[in-house]
Nanobody, 123 residues
Framework: QVHLVESGGDSVQAGGSLRLSCAAS?????MGWFRQAPGKEREGVAS???????SYADSVKGRFTISQDKDKNFLYLQMNSLKSEDTAMYYC????????????????????WGQGTQVTVSS
């Protein structure tokens, strides 16, 4: 069982930045960030594998950066140039399997989930 705890969510102005963190109780091969806005489906934002391969949703490419600290079992999401459409609950996800890049932004491939951290961007 892997426990995930997110932090770093906040309310910011459009154009601002935030850094989300996810503390994992154990190391896993695949990790990702997902988000869900009210009335919308959960969508993949960014993912990273043990070999460092990262994937991003088109909507965040060039603005968000995913990274991890393998020694401390932390996952991060640096979010720059935030837009109002980035407003959502952000979730950390992890799995003990090696998820391909093509599948890594699909929620169903991840077994473990955190409780989420709220990001609100006002214009």
């Amino acid at each position: 069982q892997v426990h995930l705890v997110e932090s770093g969510g906040d309310s910011v102005q459009a154009g601002g930045s935030l850094r989300l963190s996810c503390a994992a109780s154990l190391y896993t091969y695949s990790m990702g960030w997902f988000r869900q806005a009210p009335g919308k489906e959960r969508e993949g934002v960014a993912s990273i594998r043990d070999d460092g391969v990262a994937s991003y949703a088109d909507s965040v490419k060039g603005r968000f950066t995913i990274s991890q600290d393998k020694d401390k079992n932390f996952l991060y999401l640096q979010m720059n140039s935030l837009k109002s459409e980035d407003t959502a609950m952000y979730y950390c996800a992890a799995d003990n399997t090696w998820i391909s890049a093509a599948r890594s932004l699909t929620a169903s491939w991840y077994r473990y989930w955190g409780q989420g951290t709220q990001v609100t961007v006002s214009s």
